[in-house]
């Protein structure tokens, strides 16, 4: 099992950047593919960006590309989600997610959650 503590959240203005974190704990971190989640209010919770086991693969819904980057440090039992030139629309709860089957781009599966984190983008 791991768990997940999301940190990095805040209010932000608009085009500003923000920088999560999800610190994992266990020690096979490595064996789990990563995703970050967001759940605006009234609307359904959303995969925006998803890492592979090995940090090779990445995946971005079409909204962030461009804009928010995944990464991970699997010898700090840590993935991290750059998010750049944010807009209002961003403004969501954040959550850091880990899986170890299926394809990680997929938002099925995802077995361990983190508490969330408030992001709130100011125009």
């Known amino acids: 099992q791991v768990q997940l503590v999301e940190s990095g959240g805040g209010l932000v203005q608009a085009g500003g950047s923000l920088r999560l974190s999800c610190a994992a704990s266990?020690?096979?971190?490595?064996?789990?593919?990563m995703g970050w989640f967001r759940q605006a209010p009234g609307k359904e919770r959303e995969l925006i960006a998803a890492?592979?086991?090995?940090?090779?693969?990445?995946y971005y819904t079409d909204f962030v590309k461009g804009r928010f980057t995944i990464s991970r440090d699997n010898a700090k039992n840590t993935v991290y989600l750059q998010m750049n030139s944010l807009k209002p629309e961003d403004t969501a709860v954040y959550y850091c997610a880990a899986k170890r089957t299926g394809n990680f781009y997929s938002p099925y599966e995802y077995d361990y959650w983190g508490q969330g984190t408030q992001v709130t983008v100011s125009s």
């Open positions: 890492t592979s086991w090995s940090d090779s693969l990445t």
């Open positions: 266990g020690r096979t971190f490595s064996s789990y593919a």
